[in-house]
């Protein structure tokens, strides 16, 4: 999902220029409000358990190493801004190693709208950029972007997209995403749409990273905001330990995020039919 | 080594684990009186009838889609949102001063009014005004504003918090001459009214006279801001349905406020989820709607009052030594008992009645089938613990 530097938000519209529901949507959204045994009673901080099992699977595929061993977890967010919003809270707080903080964050050039100003909110002040768009070559270019990361400080804060890039929609290749996971050793931080192949390729190589997901665009539920923060880390205990450090900074941000789109969200991956269809 | 070894495991939050302790216990009397959301008799939580109907008529207008909403919300909502706070033939509405900014639930709204006081309020380098809370206060309070960047310490210009009503967890609400007392001294000291209002309607049954402190200051000039959650009133919990008021000098000035709380909520989740904001600006600008929504309000406030009588009636049956008064005096979700840590933890432990270790009881989770059962259980703890 992306955002234009305007105050606008880009959106999937179909040949008439309207934003178009899934035909499921409105299907799946009638059956959740005619079931009498759904209430309305507050999700856990965390989100809907279902929702964020549903939402790791997604994006490392049922049989990831990082969740037979109980690494892996999300935490429902609002939409992909709140996924980011949070993971950089966590990050200020918490991405300690031996007493040295957290390094600067890169950021593609160019990057999408608001993350830059939403790394900010949560206190981030040491935003970087990373080369990525070869004007000459009006795609990406890797070379760029390997210098300059060999010259970026350890435990450095990269935010990669897993694919769609935003703004430009260039990608790097297979080829590509091997040899930048080659000169990266802290932390990588990506934001997938519908291909999650080098989000899976880190995790293969045993990276500990964050993800913001959004199903904004891929559900066609821009104003639900139905969002997850992937986790992964080493070993299961610290994703417990994160994650109660999540719930604690979710709290005093929005208490607990909203139910309806992450319920249709879940209906729908878990339903061999709608997932079809979807 | 993983780059997070060093994260130490957060405290739970204390209702929650209550909560868990709960569910936890297999005794078949056991009571929750922990719980932050309305109950039936039937300890059942109630969507209400109108939120059906709406829900509904929503899910079948084919005409609504899922797109964005402006960052700052639904416009009806917002409107009708603030319309409920201050009043039909509110000065400050007639005067195009007051704005609103769709929320998170009430939470979302405090930390959107924390976020921009922050940045705005009182000058350059103000993170060290302080903000004022009411002892004790709901938790949530104290991390909304100290994760906004608050810190302490300097006396004009201060921020106080205010509980339009019922307040959370005393129960107990300033008469409207206090009221008046307070509103003079805040006016004097120069001190901004930052509300609160997470129960009107359900507090008394009564939009009008819940929300008489804030119409109240509003009708002394005084800027301010106002935190609304519908997650009560309207049962909407889950949907995070919250608007943040403000109230400023003039319509130069309101707007220009607005386009600040903009440029953080996109920050934060950049445009608030739709659903529940449709349900309530479509009850509350039909009146047919408006109607059922008041009587619906009304039986939820209307049972809280039951129990309190009821429960008070049984303690004073029982001789219960102490007076009982308070539980019909306060008002609201929450009773403050006055019972003490030690009390708090033999109902807990030895009768499984859980509450909050305050003695903070919530009046929701009292049923005509479990009040017999809490009162005796409040009777032996008093007679046998000190």
């Not at chain 2, 709960?22 to 009186?33: A, I, Q, W």
């Not at chain 2, 600040?260 to 529940?276: A, F, H, L």
Request: glycine content about 8%; aromatic content about 10%.
């Amino acid at each position: 999902m992306c955002f234009s530097s305007l105050p606008l938000f880009t959106e999937y519209l179909n040949e008439e220029g309207h934003g178009s529901l899934l035909p499921m949507t409105r299907k799946v959204m009638l059956q959740i409000c005619s079931d009498p045994t759904l209430t309305l009673d507050y999700l856990p901080t965390l989100g809907l358990p279902e929702f964020t099992r549903s939402a790791t699977e997604l994006a490392l595929g049922r049989d990831s190493p990082a969740i037979r061993e109980n690494r892996a977890g999300g935490v429902q967010t609002l939409g992909g801004t709140g996924a980011i919003r949070l993971g950089a809270e966590l990050l200020q707080r918490w991405y300690n190693v031996g007493g040295a903080r957290c390094g600067p964050v890169y950021l593609s050039s160019p990057s999408g709208g608001s993350v830059a100003a939403t790394l900010q909110g949560a206190g981030i002040s040491d935003i970087r950029s990373y080369r990525y768009w070869d004007p000459d070559k009006k795609g990406f270019s890797v070379e760029p972007l390997l210098e300059d990361l060999e010259v970026a400080p350890e435990q450095s804060v990269i935010v990669l997209y897993a694919s769609a890039h935003c703004p430009t929609g260039a990608e790097p290749s297979h080829a590509d995403w091997k040899q930048i996971a080659e000169v990266m050793m802290g932390l990588c931080w990506g934001d997938p749409a519908q291909d999650a192949w080098s989000l899976r390729y880190f995790v293969s190589l045993g990276f500990e990273l964050l993800c913001a997901q959004s199903f904004s665009t891929n559900f066609g539920l821009y104003s639900d905001r139905v969002g997850s923060l992937l986790l992964v880390l080493k070993h299961s205990s610290l994703l417990l330990a994160v994650q109660s450090q999540a719930a604690s900074l979710v709290h005093s941000l929005w208490s607990r995020p909203p139910g309806g789109g992450a319920r249709l969200v879940t209906m729908v991956l878990n339903n061999p039919a709608l997932l079809a269809e979807w | 080594m993983s780059l997070f070894a060093e994260v130490p495991q957060a405290a739970p939050v204390a209702v929650f684990k209550l909560t868990a302790d709960f569910r936890e216990d297999k005794h078949p009397s056991k009571v929750n009186l922990g719980v932050g959301a309305y109950r039936t008799d039937e300890c059942q939580p109630w969507v209400l009838p109108v939120v059906r109907k709406v829900e509904q008529l929503i899910a079948n207008n084919h005409s609504l889609n899922h797109e964005y909403l402006p960052i700052l919300g639904l416009p009806e909502f917002r409107a009708s949102a603030s319309k409920i706070a201050l009043g039909e033939d509110s000065p400050a509405i007639k005067e195009n001063r007051v704005g609103g900014v769709q929320s998170l639930g009430g939470t979302g709204a405090l930390r959107i009014g924390a976020e921009f006081l922050r940045r705005w309020y009182n000058g350059k380098n103000n993170t060290a005004t302080p903000i004022y809370v009411s002892a004790p206060t709901w938790e949530n309070h104290n991390a909304v504003f100290s994760d906004a960047g608050f810190t302490d310490n300097a006396p004009e210009y201060s921020v106080f918090l205010l509980h339009a009503c019922a307040h959370n967890p005393t129960g107990t609400d300033p008469t409207p001459d206090e009221w008046k007392q307070i509103a003079e001294i805040m006016e004097r000291k120069k001190l901004f009214a930052f509300f609160d209002s997470a129960y009107q309607g359900f507090a008394s049954g009564d939009l009008q006279k819940d929300a008489w402190a804030v119409r109240y200051f509003v009708s002394k000039g005084f800027e301010l801001f106002c935190a609304q959650s519908f997650s009560k009133n309207f049962g909407l919990y889950n949907e995070r349905v919250g608007n943040l008021t403000v109230v400023a000098k003039d319509s130069d000035n309101a707007s220009r406020i607005l386009s600040q709380m903009e440029k953080i909520v996109r920050t934060i989740w950049s445009n608030p989820p739709s659903q529940g904001a449709r349900i309530v600006a479509t009850t509350l600008t039909t009146p047919e709607l408006f109607a059922e929504w008041k009587d619906n309000v009304k039986t939820m406030a209307d049972r809280v009052l039951l129990m309190r009588s009821q429960l008070k009636a049984k303690l004073q049956a029982l001789g219960t030594p102490g007076t009982w008064e308070h539980i019909t005096q306060q008002i609201g979700m929450f009773s403050f008992t006055g019972l003490n840590p030690n009390q708090v933890g033999y109902l807990i432990k030895e009768k499984h009645v859980y509450l909050m270790a305050s003695g903070r009881i919530n009046m929701c989770g009292l049923t005509t089938k479990n009040l017999d059962y809490v009162a005796e259980s409040i009777h032996e703890t008093v007679t046998k613990i000190q």
